[in-house]
């Protein structure tokens, strides 16, 4: 089980977005985040745990492994309030957290 | 690049089936891993299933296991998931996705735009 937090993150644009992602037992480094803005598919941010995906902006970075990860997002965008979500690929079945939204405060 | 694109979405009854299909484009189609992923509306995202490159490695969440099917074509590029004995629960936007990464599982990418499916009386 993927728990993310908080599940609402209220900030404006320029600061800096602190995303949490625990899992239940150890995923080594095999956690992956997504961007999911409204109506949109998710977008890949960052792959086992540090490593940003092709054309992602290096405002965006991932750290941690084994059970506690973070995502963060060094100064806000307008275009990066949506909702975040981690997901682990070491263990069956694979899981996605539950998300994380990030609105405009 | 590569592209995936989904059918075979639509309304279906309780208990009923349906099959999606997902074409790949841009991609040598028999070196990737593919799974399905959905999203129930106002919902997160929930992985369904997972099929390697040659087809042999299957796998399947607990909610779906023993009613839905994953297989895959290489010579049309295309992965295919036959639901039956669909519930309520299973309406959601089904996606499509490359899972990547050498070791388990995989991190999806990319994604295809969807299929709704929708399961009412």
């Known amino acids: 089980v993927l728990t993310q937090s908080p599940a609402t993150l209220s900030l404006s644009p320029g600061e800096r977005a602190t995303l949490s992602c625990r899992a239940s037992?150890?995923?080594?480094?095999?956690l992956a985040w997504y961007q999911q803005k409204s109506g949109q598919v998710p977008r890949l941010l960052i792959y086992?745990?540090?490593n940003r995906a092709t054309g992602i902006p290096a405002r965006f970075s991932g750290s941690g492994s084994g059970t506690d990860f973070t995502l963060t997002i060094s100064s806000l965008e307008p275009e990066d309030f949506a909702v975040y979500y981690c997901?682990?690929?070491?263990?069956?079945?694979?899981?996605f957290g539950g998300g994380t939204k990030v609105e405009i405060k | 690049q590569v592209q995936l694109v989904e059918s075979g979405g639509g309304l279906v009854k309780p208990g009923g089936s349906l099959r999606l299909s997902c074409a790949a484009s841009?991609?040598?189609?028999?070196?990737?891993?593919m799974s399905w992923i959905r999203q129930a509306p106002g919902k997160g995202l929930e992985w369904v299933s997972y099929?390697?490159?040659?087809?042999?490695?299957?796998y399947y969440a607990d909610s779906v296991k023993g009613r839905f099917t994953i297989s895959r074509d290489n010579a049309k590029k295309s992965v295919y998931l036959q639901m039956n004995s669909l519930r309520a629960e299973d309406t959601a936007l089904y996606y499509c996705?490359?899972?990547?990464?050498?070791?388990?599982?995989?991190?999806?990418?990319?994604w295809g735009q969807g299929a709704l499916v929708t399961v009412s009386s």
């Open positions: 086992d745990a540090s």
């Open positions: 841009g991609v040598t189609f028999s070196d990737c891993y």
């Open positions: 996705a490359r899972a990547r990464g050498a070791g388990p599982g995989g991190w999806f990418d990319p």
């Open positions: 997901q682990q690929r070491s263990n069956w079945p694979l899981t």
């Open positions: 037992q150890s995923v080594s480094s095999y």
């Open positions: 099929i390697s490159a040659s087809g042999s490695s299957i």
